[in-house]
């Protein structure tokens, strides 16, 4: 993984970030700048994974307090008192095979255990659980599974964008 990187997305990010959403629109929701700026200032972790410095993929997520509207969250609000919502992560489809994605949620984790933040992954509605399509996710989902006091459903956009 010579080359590969993560850190703090800023603006200059957002056209790429888009972009990358906007390539697996389907599997996340519409988003252009505006709205990535207007998630970006009210996210707890908003990371990208680099490749010999080119932007990746990316992870953005709110903590339970985030002024966010949204359903997803509501739900969650109104059943855990603390928690970090993963709103989207995307991986570039050319990048499938990097690990990145398990990158971001390693450092997710490692965010939320040093902030003394539960952890548990939960579906939002039954039947949402993604496939992992790699075994690089697999294993990664293995892991959260074997870290996580209520683990067993993911959410749908918890996944790889494609089948790299």
């Known amino acids: 993984m010579n080359g590969i990187h993560l850190r703090a997305a800023n603006e200059a990010d957002f056209e790429t970030i888009v972009r990358i959403n906007d390539a697996e629109v389907e599997q996340t929701s519409v988003m252009d700048r505006d709205r990535l700026g207007h998630l970006d200032g009210i996210s707890c972790f908003h990371k990208v994974a680099c490749i010999d410095g080119k932007v990746a993929a990316f ?6 307090d985030a002024p966010y509207v949204n359903d997803n969250f509501a739900w969650f609000v109104s059943r855990y008192p603390t928690f970090i919502y993963v709103d ?31 952890s548990s992954l939960r579906a939002r509605q039954s039947g949402s659980c993604a496939k992992p399509t790699s075994s690089g996710w697999r294993a990664a989902m293995a892991w959260f599974a074997s870290i996580l006091p209520h683990a067993g459903h993911c959410r749908q956009r918890m996944r790889p964008t494609s089948a790299a």
């Open 59 to 64: 992870l953005l997520a709110m903590q339970n």
């Open 88 to 118: 989207r992560i995307v991986v570039e489809a050319s990048s499938g095979r990097n690990k990145l994605g398990s990158l971001l949620y390693t450092d997710l984790f490692a965010h939320a255990r040093a902030r003394a933040i539960p």
